[in-house]
Protein backbone atom coordinates (compact mmCIF):
# COMPACT_ATOMS: atom_id res chain seq x y z
CA UNK A 1 0.00 0.00 0.00
CA UNK A 2 1.57 3.76 -0.87
CA UNK A 3 1.11 5.51 1.74
CA UNK A 4 2.69 8.94 3.38
CA UNK A 5 2.17 10.07 6.25
CA UNK A 6 2.83 13.25 8.30
CA UNK A 7 3.42 14.04 11.67
CA UNK A 8 5.19 16.83 14.06
CA UNK A 9 2.83 19.73 13.36
CA UNK A 10 1.09 22.50 16.16
CA UNK A 11 1.14 25.35 17.46
CA UNK A 12 4.75 27.32 17.98
CA UNK A 13 5.42 31.17 19.34
CA UNK A 14 7.33 32.94 16.41
CA UNK A 15 11.08 32.31 16.41
CA UNK A 16 10.34 28.77 17.86
CA UNK A 17 10.87 25.64 16.22
CA UNK A 18 9.18 22.45 15.02
CA UNK A 19 10.20 18.96 13.27
CA UNK A 20 7.93 18.00 10.85
CA UNK A 21 7.86 13.78 9.95
CA UNK A 22 6.57 11.91 6.70
CA UNK A 23 6.80 8.43 7.32
CA UNK A 24 6.80 6.84 3.48
CA UNK A 25 5.80 3.47 1.72
CA UNK A 26 8.75 1.47 1.06
CA UNK A 27 7.63 1.80 -2.55
CA UNK A 28 8.03 5.59 -2.51
CA UNK A 29 10.94 6.05 -0.85
CA UNK A 30 13.23 4.18 -2.80
CA UNK A 31 11.85 4.79 -5.95
CA UNK A 32 11.14 9.21 -5.78
CA UNK A 33 11.82 12.13 -4.16
CA UNK A 34 9.86 13.84 -1.79
CA UNK A 35 9.12 17.39 -1.20
CA UNK A 36 6.88 19.33 1.42
CA UNK A 37 4.49 21.46 0.39
CA UNK A 38 2.70 24.28 2.11
CA UNK A 39 -0.69 25.54 1.59
CA UNK A 40 -1.99 28.72 4.02
CA UNK A 41 -6.15 29.60 3.88
CA UNK A 42 -6.91 31.17 0.73
CA UNK A 43 -4.00 30.91 -0.73
CA UNK A 44 -2.34 28.04 -3.52
CA UNK A 45 -0.11 25.26 -2.80
CA UNK A 46 3.76 26.33 -2.40
CA UNK A 47 6.67 24.00 -2.74
CA UNK A 48 9.15 24.61 0.54
CA UNK A 49 11.29 22.02 0.42
CA UNK A 50 12.31 18.65 -1.82
CA UNK A 51 15.18 15.77 -1.45
CA UNK A 52 16.21 13.57 -4.26
CA UNK A 53 17.27 9.87 -3.54
CA UNK A 54 20.94 10.90 -3.63
CA UNK A 55 20.03 13.64 -0.74
CA UNK A 56 20.45 16.70 -3.36
CA UNK A 57 18.39 19.34 -1.89
CA UNK A 58 16.05 22.66 -2.90
CA UNK A 59 14.61 24.95 -1.08
CA UNK A 60 11.84 27.80 -1.54
CA UNK A 61 13.77 31.41 -1.04
CA UNK A 62 11.05 31.85 1.72
CA UNK A 63 12.96 29.24 3.88
CA UNK A 64 16.37 29.44 2.98
CA UNK A 65 18.31 29.11 6.24
CA UNK A 66 15.42 28.42 8.15
CA UNK A 67 14.10 24.86 7.02
CA UNK A 68 16.21 21.71 6.41
CA UNK A 69 14.80 19.11 4.27
CA UNK A 70 16.49 15.58 5.79
CA UNK A 71 15.90 11.66 5.03
CA UNK A 72 16.39 8.48 7.20
CA UNK A 73 16.72 5.41 4.72
CA UNK A 74 16.40 3.35 7.87
CA UNK A 75 13.66 4.84 9.09
CA UNK A 76 11.89 5.77 5.34
CA UNK A 77 11.32 9.19 7.05
CA UNK A 78 11.46 12.31 5.87
CA UNK A 79 11.93 15.12 7.64
CA UNK A 80 11.54 18.98 7.83
CA UNK A 81 13.38 20.79 10.30
CA UNK A 82 12.19 24.06 10.64
CA UNK A 83 13.48 26.84 12.83
CA UNK A 84 12.90 30.67 13.25
CA UNK A 85 9.59 30.50 12.65
CA UNK A 86 7.40 32.87 11.25
CA UNK A 87 3.41 34.10 11.84
CA UNK A 88 3.81 33.69 7.58
CA UNK A 89 5.24 29.99 7.75
CA UNK A 90 1.61 28.95 9.47
CA UNK A 91 0.05 26.82 7.00
CA UNK A 92 -1.21 23.48 6.32
CA UNK A 93 1.85 21.33 5.03
CA UNK A 94 1.53 17.95 2.70
CA UNK A 95 4.47 15.60 2.29
CA UNK A 96 4.29 14.72 -1.77
CA UNK A 97 6.42 12.31 -3.93
CA UNK A 98 7.72 13.90 -6.85
CA UNK A 99 5.89 12.80 -9.89
CA UNK A 100 3.17 10.94 -8.61
CA UNK A 101 -0.17 11.36 -7.17
CA UNK A 102 0.57 10.60 -3.72
CA UNK A 103 -0.06 12.47 -1.28
CA UNK A 104 0.07 12.96 2.48
CA UNK A 105 -3.10 14.00 4.49
CA UNK A 106 -1.84 17.29 5.76
CA UNK A 107 -0.29 18.11 9.22
CA UNK A 108 -1.33 21.94 10.37
CA UNK A 109 1.59 23.83 11.63
CA UNK A 110 0.00 27.46 13.44
CA UNK A 111 3.12 30.18 14.47
CA UNK A 112 0.97 32.93 16.61
CA UNK A 113 1.79 34.36 20.34
Known amino acids: QVQLVESGGGLVQPGGSLRLSCACS????????VAWYRQAPGKGRELVAS???????TYADSVKGRFTISRDNAKQTVYLQMTSLKPEDTAMYYC???????WGQGTQVTVSS
Open 26 to 33: GSIFSRFA
Open 51 to 57: IYIGGTT
Open 96 to 102: YALGTSY
